[in-house]
């Protein structure tokens, strides 16, 4: 059974940063991409970055600079360093895998950017 488990959120201030991780279980990692994404509420998710099995990364322009994807296949954990943190980044994140056949979701994590 493929389980994906986010932790790190919370609230913090404007400016201020937070480290997401998400930690998965019941697949093999190193074949899957890896992503973060995000919906706030009356929104659809969307992309917020991604790591691809080759170390590939993408990131929404709206966090270019700000945010940095990691992967580490030997712990099977994924990463989203958040620095600069502003009030519309306010959302539920959420740790993606997906190969060309499965694509596998978390449970999603609050993440709050107010003062």
């Known amino acids: 059974q493929v389980q994906l488990v986010e932790s790190g959120g919370g609230l913090v201030q404007p400016g201020g940063s937070l480290r997401l991780s998400c930690a998965a279980s019941?697949?093999?990692?190193?074949?899957?991409?890896m992503g973060w994404y995000r919906q706030a509420p009356g929104k659809q998710r969307d992309m917020v970055a991604r790591?691809?099995?080759?170390?590939?990364?993408y990131y929404a322009e709206s966090v270019q600079g700000r945010f940095t994807i990691s992967r580490d296949n030997a712990k099977n954990t994924v990463s989203l360093q958040m620095n600069s943190l502003k009030p519309e980044d306010t959302a539920v994140y959420y740790c993606?895998?997906?190969?060309?056949?499965?694509?596998?979701w978390g449970q999603g994590t609050q993440v709050t950017v107010s003062s």
């Open positions: 790591i691809t099995r080759g170390y590939i990364v």
């Open positions: 993606n895998g997906a190969s060309p056949s499965y694509n596998y």
């Open positions: 019941g697949m093999i990692f190193s074949g899957y991409d």
